[in-house]
């Protein structure tokens, strides 16, 4: 059976096709060129939705430097809604295929989700690769923006067993191995919500069934995670923290949200985690959208695939 695109995600790729030639897609293991095309889209798809700070008049932001492994500063926003103080909070991880994506870029999603539910956020400027980090550096980046919050719970009122942590592509295959790593090393960690996580390095061959849709290529995943995992790529040198799809229990793991499209290359290697999860008696809701492409929602906030989303996400959070 055929797949069938979204008649709104349809309609947005139309319109963008439209508007003139599009670039060739980058080369493998040409990272360069990823970054600065996943850093026009990122800023594209932010001008979609209110611009940050005066769209969110109730939320206020504050920078903080976090010391990660081997002594690295990296930067953590923090972003709160006045007059709201749930006792909960999210840690979050942007996505960017490991090698694109900052704070700044990500600032109207953080909001958006700090408004619409009072949680507050933190927002992780973790190292990219392979020029800021490789292997295990990202998700240790975010994992001590995790350590740092729950050293600031009293002052910033929040609970250190209501702390969850979250994050989109990249960034939700960081988030996963944060949760991992809490596991590990006896960190309370309330929740993980993963969307449409990179999970898996060894997810490299093409299914022309989806080739069609795809908005993140196989190639692209070679290169994010060769970028990544440099000589370790392909092999059982691979840490599980870095490929949360390799670890070889999830006993222990935090409670989960996964979500991904039909029609995206990660829907295989989501719905496993999830399987496994669930097959460990985590509790774990799986969302698998249908006609959906990757980050559907990002390019189409509007769209009721991208409403329905944002309510179920929102149901999430708030019920931390």
């Known amino acids: 059976m055929a797949f069938t695109l979204d008649p709104e995600l349809a309609a947005v790729l139309q ?13 493998r293991d040409d990272w360069r060129t990823l970054r ?42 923090w972003y709160e809604r006045a007059g709201s103080a749930p006792g909960s909070a999210v840690v979050y991880a942007h996505g960017g295929g490991m090698v694109a994506g900052s704070v700044d870029l990500y600032d109207a999603v953080v909001a958006g989700y700090v408004q619409a539910t009072g949680v507050p956020f933190l927002s992780v400027d973790y190292r990219l690769a392979p020029d800021g980090a490789t292997g295990t550096g990202p998700v240790e980046d975010v994992f001590a923006a995790l350590s ?5 719970a009293a002052a910033l009122k929040v609970d250190p067993r209501r702390i969850a942590v979250m994050g989109d592509s ?25 969307l449409y996580p990179m999970l898996d390095d060894r997810n490299l061959t093409p299914d022309p ?17 060769h970028a990544l995992l440099g000589t370790a790529f392909g092999t059982d040198d691979v840490p599980e923290v870095a490929a949360p799809a390799r670890v070889a229990t999830v006993e222990g793991l935090a409670p989960a949200y996964v979500e991904v499209g039909e029609l995206d290359i990660f829907r295989a290697e989501a719905v496993g985690y999830a399987q496994r999860l669930a097959e460990a008696d985590i509790p774990a809701e799986l969302h698998v959208h249908g006609g959906a492409i990757h980050e ?25």
Do not use: C, F
């Open 209 to 225: 069934r989806l080739t069609p849709y795809v908005a993140w290529t196989w190639d692209d995943n070679w290169t994010g995670w």
């Open 296 to 320: 559907y929602d990002r390019l189409a906030p509007a769209s009721r695939l991208g409403r329905r989303a944002m309510e179920d996400r929102k149901r999430v959070i708030s019920s931390l």
């Open 170 to 194: 990249a960034g939700g295959g960081l988030a996963a191995g944060v949760a991992i790593l809490a596991r590990d090393r006896g960190v309370p960690l309330a929740h993980q919500a993963l």
């Open 36 to 77: 600065a095309r996943g850093v026009a889209s990122m800023r594209w798809m932010a001008s979609l939705l209110p611009a940050y700070p005066s769209g969110y008049p109730l939320v206020k932001a504050s920078s903080h430097k976090v010391r990660s492994g081997g002594g690295a500063e990296i930067l953590v926003r």
């Open 15 to 27: 319109a963008l096709a439209e508007q003139g030639d599009p670039a060739p897609p980058p080369e």
């Open 148 to 152: 740092w919050l729950g050293g600031q």
